[in-house]
């Protein structure tokens, strides 16, 4: 609890809830910036354990929010496949080193929303269908990657924007989907040992202005267009991707140095 008296982690948790906040009323892939921020003055480790109530927490008003607007075929698809990834998270968590997935995610992110945004004739293109082996895939890698980095949402969104979902409907789906899954991390995140009662403490203590951040991230969503929303949202993803990669060549950097 000490650390709710340290003033620089006050700042980074207020930027860090706050970007969460954004994310879970409806600019997906925004919140992938929380833990690095925390991250700054806190171990990553603890940082990423700090956020999970945190989001579980924004979950819930984004679930209530967005209730009824909801694409179950996605959810059917996607979510026994993040349980997956989730798993294989969990094994691999003291072998796997997190700038390598980062320079991954990143670079397969950027490439992405650089092609939605510049090269792809996304107005012209007919919606595509949820496939099913795609799906599975891309699955795994949301659930891996959200265990390891909390960092699910690039992955979602490259499987779920080429579907061209109504807005809502497109958050309501992406709210169940994480809500699930951040759930289904708890039970990991305890037997690794990265959430205890101290971290709880001072999870609860941010909870409020997670909620209040929420809020205003649903109403601020809500003053864009369909059209306009996806262009915001390709854009996060292209920023989120440089970040990441900037991180892992950091890293890499660091390491050889």
């Known amino acids: 609890m000490e650390l709710l008296y340290n003033p620089a982690f006050l700042v980074a948790a207020i930027f860090a809830v706050g970007v969460a906040g954004l994310s879970k009323g409806g600019f997906a892939g925004a919140g992938i910036i929380a833990t690095p921020i925390l991250a700054l003055v806190v171990p990553p480790v603890e940082a990423a354990a700090i956020m999970l109530p945190i989001l579980l927490v924004q979950d ?19 979510l026994p496949a993040a349980v997956v990834g989730i798993a294989t998270g969990y094994f691999l968590a003291a072998y796997m080193s997190e700038f390598i997935i980062s320079a991954i995610v990143g670079v397969i992110s950027t490439v992405f929303a650089i092609r939605s945004l510049f090269f792809a004739k996304t107005e012209l293109a007919p919606a595509k269908k949820a496939d099913v082996p795609a799906g599975i895939f ?6 891996f990657t959200s265990m390891i980095l909390h960092a699910g949402g690039p ?21 169940l989907f994480f809500a699930a899954v951040n759930w289904i991390k708890v039970p990991p995140y305890l037997m690794l040992g990265e959430l205890n009662l101290d971290i709880v403490k001072v999870s609860l203590v941010l909870a409020p202005l997670a909620l209040i951040t929420t809020y205003f991230g649903v109403k601020l969503v809500r003053r864009f267009s369909t059209e306009s929303f996806y262009k915001i949202i390709n854009v996060l993803l292209l920023l989120v991707g440089l970040k990441m990669m900037w991180s892992a060549g950091a890293e890499i950097v660091r390491f050889y140095a």
């Open 60 to 78: 819930a008003y984004s679930l209530w929010t967005y209730r009824g607007t909801i694409d179950r075929r996605n959810i059917v698809i996607l």
């Open 138 to 143: 891309w699955g795994v890698i949301a659930g």
């Open 155 to 175: 992955p979602f969104q490259i499987y779920v924007q080429p579907q061209k979902l109504e807005r809502d409907l497109f958050i309501g789906t992406s709210t």
